[in-house]
């Protein structure tokens, strides 16, 4: 109990004397601490938020934590309210490094809000907390009594795991002046122990010696550990057995399986009988590697009984002893030196990760930050990690075995929008092996790109006459963005007819879809011009403009319009002048007539539809020229009355027609006293109550209408008889025409007469003209000597009694 107390107020001392740790930053960034080993659980380590300038700071915030290693034991935590660093559990040296010179205890720390790592190494210094150590019980070593002065007999050695100064620094014998102690280092800094013989044994004298061997270590405290060895002296024996060699070095692979021989000692002795019968034991070995190897007494070979690992034990280092029937002994050293083969792949542990970046990233942002591990050494232990070289990111190494994946080009989402990155981590051992890993990386998107029309400018023709809110047009714009970037609405911004936009058309700002809200008209507007604005729903917006023209196609939806002749307002019809003389192909009139439609709806042709004389005139077909088609015979009907009619070249067709009405004379009074004839029908009512008043009055009164009509012929005829045989002008032989217009008439006596003038009234118009000194053709310097007055009405004859009867007094 006093020594255990003793032993901890010598810690404690330590602990205060190592307690003041060395701190430096190296030039990578990592951190160096120096502990002793065994402080109790939640000692400071250091203070790494003061040595990282993060001193002050809320460590939660910045994420300030310690990265866990795959497959290793965390014996430090991390305060992250004072940053100080701290022990997680008793730290043992011993079983952690076991006989490494230096063991160094490695953690890394990260700071996510800055994505930096950085390398903290803990050195752990040895003090003297265990004593030297003998395998258990008492060890016995059989001597012959014939053994020479000076002869030397191996001694089982002491354990102390500790290191330096800390380990076995001397032995002591103790119990016997027959024997002393020869201490020998070997190269691997271990001390051999030998039992040297000084006086001459004689088994009749004493046959036993109890020795007392002790082991002494240079600590502080100072610490040793005693074994008892008993000598047992034996009868002579002439001949030691001789190992073949003092000692044994072989290599093997560390996957060399159970039950392989590792190696073979050979002793011999010449002895005869049981003298000569030699056992092989293990001498001097470790627990740990009895259990790894089998020694065959009697054949010396030793065997794998377990299963090697360069990882955890690279040297195996014992002796063997050849003991013949007669006690006498002889050992040798065993080396087995252990290979490494690449028997391990590397272990690769993501500690920090991204599954989302936007797009506009710069370049150089960490995604992940990597740890690799191989438990392979040398060669076979270093390993390089990679990726495709075909993505925008690389790996760049930083602390020791830690990596971070950074972005190395500008993402574009809309050209890559996820990428599955496969990191490899391949050693450099033959063959080689390798681990990989998988992060998937979605890219957000950022607004970056316009909408765009499918065509740099757009034209469309529709029909005039489109019913109201018909769709005309639709155009279409693609964002290669996503969700409310790639959003486009539609609208119309400005035209060459702006006053029409609002009232005229009309978009469907979602799909694209233009509607005309009124019914075009070809003739008031051929052609519109606007443009159109695609935005998208990001932010800001982007928006992208298109020319849209629109041309209104032409319908035959206007009937011919004829200028000339022109329709009469009271009804009448035109009239024109042909020679009786005129030869076939004289041109009479022409017929002009225009079509509001535009191309082929325009396009007019001209036929005569009725003619009272069928064959006397033609028509031109595109020219509206009325000729004589032959000689005027003197059957023909003085009064000609053309139906013309004016067709355009729509489908469906559209036409108008027009009367013109050809006088047959070869002079103007001839004209005229066949114009007197022409009586005006009245003008017909298109309306079909009108019709149906008439058609009933007329049934009703249709025997008196009769009466009263034969009546007025008879009278009729009597007058006209009395007019003809007293008058100076003969109509006799001139056909009463049907005559209609007088209107037709004034323009054909203003072109030949000068002197003769018409009265307004339409159906009460008189024509003066003189009759005394006039010839059968007028010309504008003859002068008429009396005029007469004539008197044309529309629903009597033409009364002429009182131009007679001044003849007849003359």
């Known amino acids: ?153 191996p001694l089982p050695e002491g354990q102390d795991p500790d290191l330096g100064i800390n380990s076995i620094q001397s032995y002591h014998l103790m119990g016997s002046s027959h024997f002393s102690l020869d201490v020998q280092t070997r190269e691997t800094g271990a001390r051999n122990v030998k039992l040297v ?4 044994l004689d088994r009749e004298e004493q046959p036993v010696h109890d020795l007392i061997l002790t082991a002494t270590d240079g600590g502080d405290p100072v610490r040793s550990g005693t074994t008892q060895i008993q000598v047992i002296v034996l009868d002579a024996n002439d001949n030691v057995p001789v190992f073949s060699q003092p000692s044994y070095k072989v290599k093997v692979k560390e996957n060399i399986p159970k039950g392989s021989t590792v190696a073979t000692l050979r002793a011999t002795d010449v ?30 070979i030793i065997m794998l009984a377990g299963n090697l690992d360069y990882e955890e034990s690279s040297l195996y280092d014992f002796e063997v002893n050849a003991e013949d029937g007669g006690g006498l002994s002889d050992w040798a ?15 690769l542990a993501i500690n920090f990760l991204i599954n989302t970046i936007p797009e506009n990233s710069p370049v150089g942002t960490v995604i992940a930050l990597l740890n690799v591990q191989d438990r392979d050494s040398g060669v076979n232990g270093e390993v390089i990690c990679s990726i495709p070289s075909e993505l925008p990111f690389q790996l760049k190494k930083s602390v020791n075995h830690f990596y971070s994946l950074v972005t190395y080009d500008n993402l574009d989402r809309e050209r890559v929008a996820n990428y599955n990155i496969i990191i490899t981590a391949a050693d450099n051992g033959t063959p080689s092996l390798s681990t990989t890993a998988l992060i998937s990386l979605q890219i957000l998107d950022r607004n970056d790109n316009a909408p765009v029309f499918t065509e740099s400018s757009y034209m469309s023709y529709f029909l005039e006459n489109n019913p109201r809110g018909a769709s005309i047009f639709s155009l279409t714009a693609n964002d290669p963005d996503w969700e409310e970037n790639s959003r486009i609405t539609y609208s119309i911004i400005e035209g060459n007819k702006k006053s029409i936009l609002s009232t005229h058309l009309s978009i469907n700002c979602e799909t694209g879809i233009i509607y005309a809200l009124n019914s075009f008209d070809y003739e008031e507007f051929r052609e519109i011009q606007f443009l159109v604005k695609a935005q998208d729903g990001g932010s ?52 002009v007539a225009v079509d509001a439609d535009s191309g082929q709806n325009a396009w007019l042709s001209y036929q005569l539809l009725k003619a009272t004389e069928p064959g006397l005139f033609t028509i031109g077909l595109h020219t509206g020229e009325i000729r004589t088609a032959r000689f005027f015979l003197d059957k023909d009907t003085l009064k000609q009355n053309l139906v013309v009619l004016v067709k355009d070249n729509g489908q469906p067709p559209l036409s108008a027609s027009v009367t013109v009405t050809v006088v047959l004379a070869d002079s103007i009074p001839e004209s005229l006293s066949d114009i007197s004839s022409i009586s005006v029908p009245a003008d017909p009512q298109s309306d079909l109550t ?4 008439v058609a009933v009055a007329f049934v009703s009164c249709l025997f008196f209408t009769f009466l009263l009509v034969m009546m007025a012929l008879r009278l009729r005829r009597w007058r006209n008889s009395q007019l003809c045989d007293s008058g100076s002008m003969n109509f006799t032989g001139v056909p009463v025409s049907q005559f209609v217009g007088i209107d037709g008439v004034r323009a054909f006596l203003r072109s030949y007469c000068h002197e003769v003038s ?3 009234g339409s159906r009460k118009s008189q024509i003066l003209f003189p009759i005394g000194n006039c010839t059968n053709t007028l010309t504008p310097q003859q002068a008429c000597d009396k005029p007469d007055p004539l008197l044309i009405t529309g629903d009597s004859a033409i009364i002429v009694e009182e131009s007679a009867r001044s003849q007849v007094g003359m």
């Open 1 to 153: 109990m006093e020594e255990t107390q003793r032993l901890w107020k010598n810690k404690e001392g330590i602990l205060q004397c190592f307690i003041m740790v060395f701190i430096w930053k190296a030039v990578s960034g990592q951190i160096r601490y120096s502990i002793p080993e065994e402080l109790q659980k939640g000692s400071f380590v250091g203070n790494v938020a003061k040595d990282l300038g993060m001193d002050g700071k809320d460590l939660s915030e910045h994420g300030f934590r310690i990265v866990s290693r795959i497959g290793t034991r965390q014996y430090f935590t991390l305060n992250v309210i004072t940053g100080h660093l701290q022990t997680s559990e008793r730290i043992n040296r011993e079983e952690i490094c076991g006989k490494a010179e230096e063991c160094m205890l490695n953690l890394q720390v990260i700071i996510e809000s800055k994505l930096e790592i950085y390398g903290v190494e803990v050195k752990i210094i040895d003090i003297n907390d265990n004593a030297p150590q003998f395998p258990s019980g008492k060890q016995k070593l059989k001597i012959s009594e014939s053994s020479m002065l000076g002869s030397q007999f």
């Open 271 to 300: 002895d005869e009988g049981i003298n000569g019968e030699i056992k092989y034991s293990f001498k001097k070995i470790t627990e740990e590697d009895s259990k790894m190897f089998l020694l065959n007494s009697t054949t010396g």
């Open 197 to 200: 013989l000084e006086k001459s």
């Open 690 to 693: 009108f019709y149906l008043v």
């Open 540 to 591: 800001p917006p982007l928006s992208s403009n298109v020319s849209v023209t629109l041309l209104i196609l032409d319908q035959n939806d206007n009937f011919p319009q004829i200028l000339y002749p022109s329709a009469p307002t009271d009804g009448s019809t035109g009239v024109e002048l042909a020679p009786r003389s005129s030869e076939p192909g004289y041109l009479v009139t022409k017929v």
């Open 758 to 760: 018409l009265t307004s």
């Open 333 to 347: 050293q065993v080396v087995v030196e252990v290979m490494d083969l690449n028997d391990n792949a590397p272990e």
